[in-house]
Every structure is written in structure tokens, then in C-alpha cells.
């Protein structure tokens, strides 16, 4: 009997202590019915007072529609852990949404004997989606560089310069490192941290943010090619942007793989690999064919018209990807390819004759 007594006890005891609310659930519980409906109202009451400056409602909205471009609609939500650190209680979520169970870390903190939300972050985003493996993934926008390279040496550019190549690819490192500094400077001055919140601004904005990202690169990026093409000998300009394209085919997806498996997300598929492959195969021979032309102008006394020109075709098909990235839409993917495909082939039909009739005497040395 006194067994009996104790496991009852236990039990009663043990219930208890599972369904004990955490003294921040009321907060908890508002999070999940605000990112659900859209809500900010709901939400609102259980922000401290630096957090209703920090998560107003454009910030709220802009974190909650990119969410749900990204993993579908909200579905449920559970507590997963509990941590604390300098005063703060660290609430561990998962919030499952259709395509993606995503762990939000909500950082609470006491004010007045209640427990108000001060600060929201992903943790960990694990997808719910069949897909093909992250190698694999990786492999297809690399083999699309490479498709490139073998076009070259089936149009009978059989002397692969590998030293050209390299310095391409040293190119890319350069751009990967100051690009995006440029790029991202006046978002940050006006304190734009995220796509989300650019996309929240509204349509104009997106569009003038696309034109600002698409024409530093193009501008950034043309100008890296021109200093460095310039004076060379044809061929060897035209590896140079076969290295740049190359470069970009094995670093950027490298770039993106490291962030998918350190941060989590939803498992690429197979039609996302093979629009990789396709766009790193033409940026390849954009990049090739851009370089010849400088190496050529400079050669011929307008370089500096063709390196303007070049750059403002660049900043236009990059301010295309630029706004598919904020608004991805299939009608603007084709549209980026389509340019990307034309611009390419017109510069390759003009610059690779020119490489073929080349002389080692027609090199220009200062």
C-alpha cells in the first residue's frame, strides 16, 4: 500500500511539474500567434521597451514574410531547452512551419515581476523536404564552370592557361571580400540588415536597391578584369575570365554550403541545382567573353568605352538577379538568363576571332 502511495505521489508530482507554465510562455505564446497570423498587436504588449524600437512592426513584418517565403506556413510550435546568460532567460523553440522545422532562441528578460521578449534570433533551420545531398548540390554549379572551360577547348582553345586561371580565381577572392562592403554600406548606414527589410520598404525600394547592388558589381567587377587584362595577350585575357567564372562556380556555392550546414535550411532540390549549373555555365563565358573585349579595347585605344559599356551591361543583369533575390519570380529568372545568354554570345561572336588571329607581336608592352 505505502508503494502504492509513493508512486502515486510521484506521479502527481511529476504531472505537476510538466505542465508548470514557465513564467515566460505568456510571451512564448504570443510570438507563435503573431509570426502565425500576422498580428503584430498580439505580439506588442510582451516587448520590452528596446525591443519596440528594434522589432517595430515593419521589422516584425519584414522577419515574418521572409520567414514564410522561406518555409511555408507557421504550423505549431514547442519548447525545446531552457538557458540563461548576464540576467536573461535564452527560451529554445521549435516553430514548425511547413517546409522547415526552424529552433528560434527568444531572449527574455524580467521588467516589473513579468517577463518580456528582448530578443529573437534563428538558431537552426532543418528542412522537412526530400532533396538531393548539400555535396551533391555543391557539385552541380561547379561542373557548370567547367562545362564552360570545355566549350573554350571545343572551339579549338586547346592551351588552357592554368597561371590565368588562378589569377581569375584570385579575382573572385578580391570581390567576395569588397564587394559586398560596398554594396552593403547605405543598408546598414539606414539600418537594413536583411533582404526581408528591404522587401518590406516596398516596391520602389527594392527596385532601387536592386539597380545599387546590380551596378557596383558590374562596375566593381569589370573594373578588376580591365587592370588586370589590360596589355595581355588575348588568349591569356580570355582564361583570366574563364578563372573569374570559374571562381565564382567554386567559391560562392562553397560560401553558401558552409552557411547551410552551420545555420541550417531547406535541402536544395534537384531543379535549383540543374538553374546552378545553367547560370554558372553562362556567367562563365560572360566573364570570358567581357575580358577578351577589354584586353582588346585596351589594346586598340578605347578601352575605357568599352570598360563603361561593359560595366553598365553587367550592372543590368545583375540588377535583375539582384531583384530575384529579393522577389524571386520565374518571369525574372528567365528574363537574367535570357540577357545573361545574349550579352554573352554577342561578345564571344566579336572577341574569340580576335583571339584566333592574334600574333605574339601584337602584345603591347609599357
Known amino acids: 500500500m505505502k508503494k502504492i502511495m509513493v508512486l502515486l505521489v510521484f506521479l502527481i508530482v511529476g504531472t505537476s511539474l510538466i505542465s508548470a507554465e514557465r513564467p515566460y510562455d505568456k510571451a512564448a505564446e504570443a510570438t507563435f500567434e503573431a509570426l502565425r497570423s500576422g498580428d503584430y498587436s498580439i505580439l506588442q504588449p510582451y516587448l520590452d521597451d528596446a525591443m519596440k524600437v528594434a522589432f517595430n512592426e515593419e521589422k516584425f513584418m519584414a522577419f515574418r514574410d521572409d520567414m514564410i517565403s522561406k518555409y511555408g506556413e507557421l504550423r505549431s510550435y514547442s519548447f525545446v531547452k531552457e538557458g540563461k546568460t548576464s540576467g536573461f532567460i535564452l527560451g529554445y523553440y521549435n516553430f514548425e512551419f511547413e517546409k522547415a522545422n526552424v529552433t528560434l532562441r527568444l531572449v527574455f528578460r524580467e521588467v516589473n515581476g ?93 527596385v532601387f536597391a536592386s539597380i545599387w547592388l546590380g551596378f557596383v558589381a558590374g562596375f566593381f567587377q569589370e573594373s578588376l578584369k580591365y587592370g588586370l587584362s589590360k596589355g595581355k595577350y588575348l588568349n591569356e585575357a580570355l582564361f583570366i575570365g574563364i578563372g573569374f567564372g570559374l571562381g565564382e562556380a567554386i567559391l560562392v556555392p562553397a560560401l553558401q554550403a558552409i552557411q547551410l550546414a552551420t545555420v541550417g535550411g531547406v535541402t536544395p532540390k534537384l531543379t535549383t541545382a540543374l538553374a546552378s549549373m545553367l547560370e554558372r555555365y553562362l556567367a562563365t563565358l560572360f566573364h570570358a567573353g567581357t575580358t577578351v573585349v577589354l584586353a582588346y579595347a585596351y589594346k586598340n585605344g578605347f578601352g ?63
Open 114 to 206: 513579468e517577463y518580456l521578449l528582448s530578443g529573437i534570433w534563428i538558431d537552426a533551420v532543418n528542412s522537412r523536404e526530400a532533396g538531393i545531398p548539400l555535396g551533391v548540390a555543391l557539385f552541380f554549379p561547379v561542373l557548370g564552370g567547367f562545362l564552360a572551360l570545355s566549350t573554350f577547348y571545343l572551339l579549338g582553345f586547346r592551351r588552357i592557361g592554368v597561371a590565368e586561371i588562378i589569377l581569375g580565381i584570385i579575382l573572385v577572392g578580391i570581390t567576395l571580400a569588397i564587394q559586398p562592403l560596398i554594396q552593403n554600406a547605405p543598408f546598414l548606414a539606414v539600418g537594413i540588415r536583411s533582404n526581408s527589410e528591404v522587401v518590406a520598404k516596398g516596391t520602389v525600394f527594392v
Open 304 to 366: 575605357k568605352k568599352a570598360l563603361l559599356s561593359l560595366s553598365i551591361a553587367h550592372g543590368i543583369i545583375d540588377t535583375f538577379a539582384a531583384y530575384y533575390q529579393f522577389r524571386p519570380s520565374t518571369v525574372v529568372l528567365v528574363i537574367t538568363y535570357g540577357l545573361l545568354l545574349a550579352v554573352s554570345l554577342f561578345l564571344l561572336r566579336y572577341g574569340l576571332p580576335k583571339v584566333k588571329e592574334e600574333r605574339e607581336e601584337d602584345r603591347i608592352v609599357w
